[in-house]
């Protein structure tokens, strides 16, 4: 019995020096350890051995057991490092390689131009409010003195925000300007203090919506900045000095502006300015449309009733304001052709700026 085991574990951990990969291994683990196994058969049999026997031939078939589970456990370690090592040459990595470019993000040229319109205005110490975009009939048009059905109206068609409910003369609807956040805002500050409202230099920038055909020259969403200003003493000098420094800020120091009169329902007198076509230098060209000025923004004194129903006595407090779109500059400045590019997303569009 003794010889056997010796036989059986000198048999086993040479077979085992040839084991290379894991199913030969684990084969290996069935036929000298498994239940059948010959040394599990001698387990078996200790019992039908004479008693003097058993204690020599036991000891001795725990020693041969642990032996075949030590070997089989370094060599089920070894064939991992070695599986491990194949895979690390094979699957080497080249790291002298070049890696694969990060693409850069950048500004979209519609907040570039926004950017630089918020530095100039904070330079003359206007600050940014925010208004919202879903708005209101009375806001976008009422308290601005639109009355319902005036035909003001019909410059401006609206996306209307179906609530579910029919809320008559007063429907939701997506700003089709940035003018509402006048009131927004006036009675916000007027809030402060309603007997004595503080001065307002704000500008309001933001999305605005207009139901529109989508062609080369109009969207149905962009973007606008609206000026606020509102004190005791403020009048139609302070608008244009305020406006023609920001021209001269954003085209140079000797572009010429113009004024021309206009109509809005909620700025009197109205007007809008125009700078000198800065392509033909005035000469007239297609850019201009052969008139030798460009259009850039609409403005206006507030009219009273607007001044009133933002919390601001009309007798007391003057203002003025304006209204621009950021996009009509960005596109004359990069001389782009279609405003449809904006919110395209188009790579090939986005990477020139
Ligand atoms: N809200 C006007 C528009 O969208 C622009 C404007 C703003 C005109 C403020 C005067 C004063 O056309």
Not at 81 to 109: F, K, M, N, W
Not at 113 to 124: A, D, P, Q, S, W
Not at 127 to 148: A, C, G, K, M, W
Request: include cysteine.
């Amino acid at each position: 019995m003794l010889s056997t085991l010796d036989q059986i574990e000198k048999k086993a951990l040479t077979e085992l020096e040839n084991i290379t990969d894991e199913s030969a291994l684990q084969s290996w683990r069935v036929s000298f350890l498994g239940r059948n196994s010959p040394l599990m058969k001698v387990f078996d049999q200790l019992g039908t051995l004479p008693r003097e026997e058993r204690p020599a031939i036991g000891r001795r078939a725990n020693e041969v057991k642990q032996a075949l589970e030590a070997a089989f456990n370094a060599r089920s370690e070894s064939l991992r490092q070695a599986a491990l090592q194949r895979s690390l040459e094979s699957e080497r990595l080249d790291v002298t390689l070049p890696g694969r470019p990060v693409r850069r993000g950048r500004l979209h040229p519609a907040t570039q131009t926004l950017r630089e319109v918020y530095r100039i205005f904070g330079e003359m110490g206007f600050q940014i409010y925010r208004s919202r975009e879903v708005e209101t009939d009375e806001f976008n048009f009422q308290l601005l003195n639109f009355p319902p059905n005036h035909p003001a109206r019909d410059m401006q068609d609206t996306f209307f925000v179906d609530a579910g409910v029919d809320r008559g003369d007063n429907p939701i609807l997506l700003r089709t300007h940035t003018s509402p956040g006048q009131i927004r805002a006036m009675r916000e500050f007027a809030a402060m203090d309603p007997q004595n409202p503080p001065p307002i230099r704000i500008i309001l920038p933001g999305m605005c919506f207009r139901y529109e055909q989508v062609t080369a020259r109009s969207e149905v969403q962009f973007n606008q900045v609206e000026g606020l200003a509102v004190g005791e003493n403020i009048t139609f000098g302070d608008l244009k000095g305020t406006l023609s420094d920001f021209a001269r800020r954003v085209y140079g120091q000797h572009v010429r502006t113009r004024f021309r009169a206009s109509h809005f329902p909620f700025t009197e007198p109205s007007a809008e300015m125009d700078i000198e076509c800065f392509v033909c230098g005035g000469a007239g060209c297609p850019i201009c449309k052969r008139t030798g000025w460009l259009e850039i923004l609409g403005c206006g004194m507030v009219h009273p009733v607007v001044l009133r129903n933002g919390g601001y006595d009309p007798r007391r407090y003057t203002g003025f304001a304006f209204g621009m779109g950021p996009e009509r500059i960005t596109i004359l400045r990069h001389k782009i052709e279609d405003i449809r590019n904006f919110w395209a997303n188009d790579f090939r569009f986005l990477q020139q700026f």
